[in-house]
T-cell receptor, first 114, second 114 residues
């Protein structure tokens, strides 16, 4: 099946710094990518939908200036957590949509903000 | 707003026993329903999905689920649990045809006892 890779898988940073997480579709072109946040013992929460070459569409309650999403190519989307704080610590997961509609998920990236 | 409820955050079964993971959704329109599995430190993998047609859906690894409109349920079953089935399972719903903006349940952790 299609492969979606996230990097880094784990990142620890100091409060106030920015962190970038990459999501790559390795063997297909993804016209749409989704970013989710997963809290412990909670479901995945959709943060934003990213279409190649256009601005991301954010879900209600998600700060677009804090969670910057860039989808510069058909194989790469990035999520940048700006001025990270401890409450931003979470598991972030991306998914990419194949042309036919099937969704494939990345392995997730665990962010810890000290 | 759409929602998904998974009953039981943690289910334990003996190896060889029936697996039953419950999922109920709220909807005023026909839903598209999905079950995903997440192994530790991995992304989500699609087990099966219901869009239209036959209400009993067979998926990978011997799992199946039945869409029951009258009960607004989409429970996941497997006749005989295997140790390798131990993982987190997520039920998800989408309401727009061709859209994969999923709403996830909180997940059910399945433990398999030898």
């Amino acid at each position: 099946g299609a492969v979606v890779s996230q990097h880094p898988s784990r990142v620890i940073c100091k409060s106030g710094t920015s962190v970038k997480i990459e999501c790559r579709s390795l063997d297909f072109q993804a016209t749409t990518m989704f970013w989710y946040r997963q809290f412990p013992k909670k479901s995945l929460m959709l943060m934003a939908t990213s279409n190649e070459g256009s601005k991301a569409t954010y879900e209600q309650g998600v700060e677009k200036d804090k969670f910057l999403i860039n989808h510069a190519s058909l194989t790469l989307s990035t999520l940048t957590v700006t001025s990270a704080h401890p409450e931003d610590s979470s598991f972030y997961i991306c998914s990419a949509r194949v042309q036919a509609g099937e969704l494939f998920f990345g392995e997730g990236s665990r962010l810890t903000v000290l | 707003a759409q929602s998904v409820t998974q009953l039981g955050s943690h289910v334990s079964v003996s190896e060889g026993a029936l697996v039953l993971l419950r999922c109920n959704y709220s909807s005023s329109v026909p839903p598209y329903l999905f079950w995903y599995v997440q192994y530790p430190n991995q992304g989500l993998q699609l087990l099966l999905k219901y869009t239209t047609g036959a209400t009993l859906v067979k998926g990978i690894n011997g799992f199946e689920a039945e869409f029951k409109k009258s009960e607004t349920s989409f429970h996941l079953t497997k006749p005989s649990a295997h140790m390798s089935d131990a993982a987190e399972y997520f039920c998800a719903v989408s309401y727009a045809a061709g859209s994969y903006q999923l709403t996830f349940g909180k997940g059910t952790k399945l433990s398999v006892i030898p």
